[in-house]
Structure formats: structure tokens, C-alpha cells
């Protein structure tokens, strides 16, 4: 379902080049649910990004879905990451002038989603937001806006999820029931997840768990 094939990535500081990845070999078949760990500045954004199609690998291959990025022209590979890919992050990244259901629908318009805002309550609906459609994230809590990033995430069907420290900005028992509905929901939808987190229970949760460090992913 996913493959990373010899994937090379450097960056430049200054005058010193620093080698985040140097021949990074990695698979996943679908519906798997791993967990990436690692300390901090190991690269687990990084690869996140590269496996979004974000940022470009200096060298190797990305398939996805039995898509190779290389085949890819920017556009396409654009496309391709709103209909395959969904994102959650540390810090939501919802559009403030928009409402929660505004929100959600984004993803949706994206990929021409028909019925996009009767998914996108229902989905809110699931994440217990009913209550909370016309609101701004300025008056939602932080619990609340990972829910809405959830819900937005998850509105196209996408292939993949990837999760970046999803509670990390969020209290435990926040946290928890956050995760609890993640989970409960990519289950239902038989979605593939790779999870950033710096929380072993968060990672005992997920079939797989993988280190990151020195530039390699070693199971644990």
C-alpha cells in the first residue's frame, strides 16, 4: 500500500549539509496502524512531509496506492495528495474565518466530493460536535478543534492518514478521549494510520511501532 524505496534527504544549514535521511527503505500494507517515535530532530516530520508529497526526496521513490511520485508532475502529485491523503496536526490547523462545518467541507470541494456538507455534519456528528457546527475555532476548545481536524481529515476517504503528535497540544484525559475517537473512527473506515507521537501509550495503541533514529525506522 505504501513503499519508500531508498529515500534520501539532506538539507542545508549554512555551510554544513545535514543528512536527515540517507537510504530509507520502509513498507505498510493497507489498513496497518504503526506508530513513529523518535526524539526530537530525528526526522518524523520530515517523513511525514515526504510521504504527503510536500517536500521531494533528494532521491528514491514514494508509491503510494501503487502510484509511483516520481510519475508525478507537481499538479498531479497535488491532486493526488487531496484525494489520498488526509492530515491531522499538533497544532489543527483549521482556517479561523471558517466554521467547524466549513472546515470539514474543505477537503471535500477539494475532491468534488458530492454531498459534502451532509457528510461533513455527519462526521461532526460522530465526533460529538453536533452541537457546534456554526462555531469558530477561536470558540472551540483545543480538544474540540483536534475533533473538527479529525472530521476534516477523514471526509474524502482518504487512503492514509498521517497524524502529527495529534494530542500533543491537548491535557491527558483530553488527550484520550481525542485518540479514543481517532481510533474508533479510522477502525470503521478501515483507514491506514501512521502516527507521530512522543507518547508510548499513544503507541502501544497502534499494531506497529517503529524508532526513528539515525536516519533508519527500527521496529521496537
Partial sequence: MLELKSLKKAYIQGSQKIEIFENLNFHLKEGERVAIMGKSGSGKSTLLS???GIIKAD????ILNSVS?????????????????????????????????ENVMLPAKVCNIANAKEKAIELLKSVGLSH????????????????VAIARALIHNPKIILADEPSGNLDEETGIAVMDKLFELIKQNNTTLILVTHSKDVATRCEKTYELNSGNLNKC
Avoid: C
Fill in 59 to 62: 532521491s528514491g521513490d514514494i
Fill in 132 to 147: 457546534r457546527l456554526d462555531h469558530l475555532p477561536s470558540q472551540l476548545s483545543g480538544g474540540e478543534k483536534q475533533r
Fill in 69 to 101: 511520485y516520481k510519475d508525478l508532475q507537481e499538479s498531479e502529485l497535488n491532486d493526488f495528495r487531496a484525494t489520498n491523503i488526509g492530515f491531522i496536526f499538533q497544532n489543527f490547523h483549521l482556517v479561523s474565518y471558517l466554521n467547524a462545518l
Fill in 50 to 52: 515526504l510521504i504527503s
